[in-house]
């Protein structure tokens, strides 16, 4: 039990240390140097050889050292400081705000994306999906064509690289292709990318795709 308490103490410190170099930049390249430039320089076998170009090269012991102490100031002084201003409201408004007004604000602007962007694009209604669409075939939004549907996924730019992996493409496929002997239309994936604080279609040529799915299954009805 003492093991785990001194485990915490150790990862909470490591964050308070962390947050704070971070805050004040003290492990930016205007504090410590171009260290990943520095380090391919030296191509150093073992730590106490880059220690040793380091000091010799980009800044000596003491520099480090004033370093340290400028953080432990701005930890004493500082963070201290603020931390007393911290009150139980405060901790309750915070926690209250970030999941109700910042889950609506990212709410919002995933709408501004879908319906904003992408059906004016489209030219079409773009609804929002029921809840079971997500969770059986990864449908976020659809449009409705007839007795047909064509589904509609939003994704950040983050998930491209996950979408790669095979087990998650297979999965997508083997529901979006469920989702299609169902209700006849495709399922195209969106991805959204954040542009100058808004959100943006990266991927826009899926636009024109869906253009196509919509025209064909209009030719598919009309000929029935």
């Not at 004033?66 to 409201?89: C, F, M, P, S």
């Not at 469920?178 to 636009?207: C, H």
Request: charged share 30%; hydrophobic share 30%.
């Amino acid at each position: 039990m003492l093991a785990s308490h001194e485990k915490e103490r150790t990862v909470a410190k490591e964050w308070v240390l962390n947050s704070a170099t971070n805050r004040w930049g003290l492990n930016k390249k205007r504090s410590v140097g171009p260290t990943s430039l520095e380090i391919r320089r030296c191509g150093p076998d073992n730590v106490e050889q880059w220690k040793q170009y380091y000091y010799a090269n980009v800044y000596p012991e003491s520099h480090l050292e004033d370093l340290g102490r400028r953080l432990y100031a701005k930890i004493t002084e500082v963070l201290d400081a603020e931390l007393q201003e911290v009150t139980q409201r405060d901790c309750i408004d915070y926690i209250k705000n970030l999941v109700i007004n910042r889950t609506y604000q990212g709410y919002v602007t995933e709408k501004q994306t879908v319906y904003g962007q992408l059906e004016q694009a489209v030219g079409a209604q773009i609804k929002p999906a029921p809840d079971e669409w997500d969770r059986l075939y990864n449908v976020d939004f659809y449009i409705q064509v007839g007795s047909s549907v064509v589904g509609i996924q939003i994704k950040p730019t983050t998930f491209e690289f996950t979408f790669e992996d095979h087990k998650w493409k297979e999965m997508q496929k083997r529901t979006h292709e469920t989702f299609r002997e169902r209700f006849g239309g495709r399922v195209f994936i969106v991805f959204s990318v954040g542009e100058k604080g808004q959100k943006a279609i990266k991927n826009t040529d899926v636009i024109e795709e869906i253009r196509q799915e919509i025209a064909r299954l209009e030719r598919e009805q009309d000929s029935t």
